[in-house]
């Protein structure tokens, strides 16, 4: 494809995130380049790994917003301990890390934006999507929390800085690959191409969910 027919294709901006924790490889960084200049319904896959640093993760965040004026902006993280994809349905206003970041920083209880509200929604049909996903034959789940680390933070920035633009936006967590279960035993893992299969239909949903989200259950008793 030519330049110029590359520039004039919308474009979704996917993220993902550079390894933490101590593991070699983050399974939502090898989604995104799976993914990366892929078509999805009419738009292109733009795909940007994202520091696992807090400030940092959200500065490369506004470079890709900046450089792709995206039609659609999915976030993606990886949380140990979770069989499903999870989309996640709310981001709250706190920095809480119960381990350091790939900078070493451990914020507690700091506000990810000053002055921001508590909390902001995905703006994704997210329903809609974990219902495709199912349909898919795919583990998948609504979440309702996204944690307080680094994820929570990019996907708490992405929505304020989204808010308002009429871009959908929200965050994604997946699984740990089957590749990473001797280093996590006993912790749900599944294969990559799940995770890329998953993601896909989660985008096109995204894209061409039309209206309100779909009235399913998806909710926790706590
Ligand atoms: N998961 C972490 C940060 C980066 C990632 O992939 C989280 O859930 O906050």
Known sequence: MSARATMSTPRILLTGFE???????????L??????????AHATVHAVELPCAFGRALQALDEALAATSPVLVLALGLEAGRGEISVERVAINIDDARIPDNAGAQPVDVPVVDGGPAAWFSTLPVKAIVSSLRQAGLPAAVSQTAGTFVCNHVFYGLQHRLAGSGVRSGFVHVPLLDAQAPAHPGMPTLPLEVLVRGVRIALEVALTHEGADLRLAGGAVA
């Open 19 to 29: 390894p933490f924790g101590g593991d070699p490889i983050n399974p939502s960084a």
């Open 31 to 40: 989604v995104c380049r799976a993914l990366h200049g892929r078509r999805v």
